[in-house]
Protein backbone atom coordinates (compact mmCIF):
# COMPACT_ATOMS: atom_id res chain seq x y z
CA UNK A 1 0.00 0.00 0.00
CA UNK A 2 1.51 3.26 -0.61
CA UNK A 3 1.78 5.72 2.07
CA UNK A 4 2.56 9.20 1.82
CA UNK A 5 2.60 11.08 5.79
CA UNK A 6 3.31 14.82 5.87
CA UNK A 7 4.19 16.43 8.59
CA UNK A 8 6.24 19.49 10.13
CA UNK A 9 3.24 21.68 9.43
CA UNK A 10 2.48 24.73 12.14
CA UNK A 11 2.39 28.10 13.49
CA UNK A 12 5.03 30.35 12.60
CA UNK A 13 5.76 34.71 12.55
CA UNK A 14 6.20 36.03 8.86
CA UNK A 15 9.88 35.91 8.34
CA UNK A 16 10.17 32.42 10.22
CA UNK A 17 11.43 28.92 8.81
CA UNK A 18 9.81 25.66 9.22
CA UNK A 19 10.73 21.98 7.66
CA UNK A 20 8.03 19.92 6.12
CA UNK A 21 8.75 16.04 5.81
CA UNK A 22 7.04 13.68 3.75
CA UNK A 23 7.67 10.02 4.48
CA UNK A 24 6.53 7.32 1.53
CA UNK A 25 6.27 4.03 1.55
CA UNK A 26 4.83 1.02 -0.66
CA UNK A 27 6.98 1.99 -3.53
CA UNK A 28 10.19 1.63 -5.47
CA UNK A 29 11.27 5.63 -4.20
CA UNK A 30 13.76 6.36 -6.86
CA UNK A 31 11.97 5.22 -9.50
CA UNK A 32 8.82 8.03 -8.19
CA UNK A 33 9.15 11.93 -7.85
CA UNK A 34 8.18 13.73 -4.64
CA UNK A 35 6.15 17.06 -5.46
CA UNK A 36 4.91 19.52 -2.63
CA UNK A 37 1.76 20.98 -3.30
CA UNK A 38 -0.27 23.95 -1.37
CA UNK A 39 -3.22 24.96 -1.53
CA UNK A 40 -5.01 27.77 0.30
CA UNK A 41 -8.56 28.83 0.95
CA UNK A 42 -10.53 29.57 -1.94
CA UNK A 43 -7.49 28.61 -4.54
CA UNK A 44 -6.43 26.26 -6.60
CA UNK A 45 -4.04 23.40 -5.53
CA UNK A 46 -0.50 24.78 -6.84
CA UNK A 47 3.06 23.06 -7.29
CA UNK A 48 5.62 24.55 -4.79
CA UNK A 49 8.62 22.38 -5.82
CA UNK A 50 9.41 18.69 -6.83
CA UNK A 51 12.49 16.85 -6.80
CA UNK A 52 13.79 13.27 -8.69
CA UNK A 53 16.36 11.73 -6.59
CA UNK A 54 17.30 9.27 -9.26
CA UNK A 55 18.30 12.16 -11.68
CA UNK A 56 19.31 14.69 -9.41
CA UNK A 57 16.65 16.94 -10.67
CA UNK A 58 14.44 19.72 -8.60
CA UNK A 59 12.13 22.37 -9.93
CA UNK A 60 10.67 25.34 -7.60
CA UNK A 61 7.30 27.69 -8.24
CA UNK A 62 8.75 31.10 -9.03
CA UNK A 63 6.99 32.38 -5.90
CA UNK A 64 9.21 30.09 -3.30
CA UNK A 65 12.72 30.07 -5.20
CA UNK A 66 15.47 31.22 -3.30
CA UNK A 67 13.17 30.81 0.23
CA UNK A 68 12.28 27.10 -0.37
CA UNK A 69 14.74 23.49 -0.84
CA UNK A 70 13.41 20.57 -1.52
CA UNK A 71 15.78 17.93 -0.44
CA UNK A 72 15.91 14.08 0.46
CA UNK A 73 18.25 11.34 1.90
CA UNK A 74 18.64 12.24 5.44
CA UNK A 75 16.31 9.83 6.33
CA UNK A 76 15.33 6.93 4.11
CA UNK A 77 12.66 7.63 1.60
CA UNK A 78 11.69 11.14 2.82
CA UNK A 79 11.61 14.57 1.40
CA UNK A 80 12.02 17.47 3.08
CA UNK A 81 11.00 21.03 2.20
CA UNK A 82 13.12 23.39 4.17
CA UNK A 83 10.80 27.04 3.96
CA UNK A 84 12.97 30.42 4.51
CA UNK A 85 11.58 33.50 5.18
CA UNK A 86 8.20 32.33 5.56
CA UNK A 87 5.20 35.13 4.25
CA UNK A 88 1.29 35.54 5.35
CA UNK A 89 0.81 34.40 1.26
CA UNK A 90 3.25 31.22 2.26
CA UNK A 91 -0.55 30.43 4.72
CA UNK A 92 -1.83 26.88 3.01
CA UNK A 93 -2.69 23.18 4.02
CA UNK A 94 0.72 21.64 2.18
CA UNK A 95 0.25 18.10 0.43
CA UNK A 96 3.15 15.98 -0.75
CA UNK A 97 2.48 13.62 -4.33
CA UNK A 98 4.37 10.83 -5.67
CA UNK A 99 4.77 10.41 -9.62
CA UNK A 100 5.88 7.53 -11.42
CA UNK A 101 8.99 8.55 -13.99
CA UNK A 102 11.11 11.61 -13.62
CA UNK A 103 10.02 15.17 -13.78
CA UNK A 104 10.24 17.67 -16.61
CA UNK A 105 9.83 21.72 -16.83
CA UNK A 106 6.51 21.88 -18.40
CA UNK A 107 4.38 19.42 -16.28
CA UNK A 108 6.24 18.83 -12.46
CA UNK A 109 3.71 21.58 -11.30
CA UNK A 110 0.14 20.08 -12.75
CA UNK A 111 -1.49 18.37 -9.71
CA UNK A 112 -3.39 15.81 -12.39
CA UNK A 113 0.07 14.14 -13.06
CA UNK A 114 0.34 12.33 -10.04
CA UNK A 115 -0.94 9.38 -8.27
CA UNK A 116 -1.03 9.26 -4.56
CA UNK A 117 -1.31 12.03 -2.33
CA UNK A 118 -0.51 12.74 1.65
CA UNK A 119 -3.26 13.84 3.89
CA UNK A 120 -1.50 17.14 3.91
CA UNK A 121 -0.30 19.43 6.70
CA UNK A 122 -1.17 23.05 7.55
CA UNK A 123 1.69 25.58 7.14
CA UNK A 124 0.30 29.33 8.71
CA UNK A 125 2.29 32.47 8.65
CA UNK A 126 1.07 34.91 11.08
CA UNK A 127 2.01 38.90 9.79
Known amino acids: EVQLVESGGGLVQAGGSLRLSCAAS????????IGWFRQAPGKEREGVSC????????YYADSVKGRFTISSGAAKNTVYLQMNSLQPEDTAVYYC????????????????????WGQGTQVTVSS
Open 97 to 116: AARRGAPNGNTWYRSGMYDY
Open 26 to 33: GFTFDDYT
Open 51 to 58: ISSSVGRT
